[in-house]
Structures are given as C-alpha cells and as structure tokens.
C-alpha cells in the first residue's frame, strides 16, 4: 500500500516535499515513480528511481526544478518540489513497480501499484 502526503497550496516560486510511505511487506524491490493528473488529462509522467542505484528521470517540464529521492530504510520516496508554477497545480500520484534489476521506469501502465494522490496549487 502506498500513502501520499505533503501536497497543499503555495505560492509561484515557492517550494513543497511530497512524500510516499509504503507500507505492508516490502522488500524494497521496486522501480517507483511520480505523476500527475489534472481535470479532463491524462495522467502524466514527472520523475521516477531505479530500486537500488539512485538512477533518475524527469519529464522536461521538471527537469532541474523536481528532485526525486528515496529512503529504502524507511520505506519513503520524496518528491522535492521548487520553484513551482501554476501549471504544477494537479493532483500527485506515487507508484511503485517491482522490478528484478535495478531500473527506472517512466511508462505509468507499467506500474503494479498506485498512491491515492495528494493535490497540489500553486497560486500566481
């Protein structure tokens, strides 16, 4: 199960960590991810991290902005947010797919598992 928090309203230009907390057994053997959604759009790709090796993506329109992260000890994956934009507002979703070998994996119909999504604003 897979519990996403730390979403909320902030400013343009100012900054929010959203956080997803797995929890049951796991063994850390997941590929895991982050997107978004919002009304009437398909749900899309912003950052993903390989199980073990720490190997990232972004889409493009986060790069350099967005910072993923993980604590395999705590179970956690972190989205760190800066320099937000209005067209950031969506509601986050984390997703985790277990994985053999270490890799990142963007295409979201490939993942097993999905948060309950945590809604971010950004106000201009």
């Known amino acids: 199960q897979l519990q996403a928090s730390g979403g909320g309203l902030v400013q343009a230009g100012g900054s929010l960590t959203l956080t997803c907390a797995a929890s049951?057994?796991?063994?850390?053997?997941?590929?895991m991810g982050w997107f978004r959604q919002t009304p009437g759009k398909e749900r899309e790709f912003v950052a993903a991290?390989?199980?073990?090796?720490?190997?990232?993506h972004y889409a493009d329109s986060v790069k350099g902005r967005f910072t993923i992260s993980r604590d395999n000890a705590k179970k956690t994956v972190s989205l760190q947010m800066n320099s937000l934009k209005p067209e950031d507002t969506a509601v986050y979703y984390c997703?985790?797919?277990?994985?053999?070998?270490?890799?990142?994996?963007?295409?979201?119909?490939?993942?097993?598992?999905w948060g309950q999504g945590t809604q971010v604003t950004v106000s201009s």
């Open positions: 997703a985790a797919k277990q994985v053999i070998l270490s890799v990142v994996v963007t295409n979201r119909t490939r993942f097993d598992y």
């Open positions: 049951g057994r796991t063994r850390n053997s997941y590929a």
């Open positions: 991290i390989s199980r073990s090796d720490g190997a990232e």
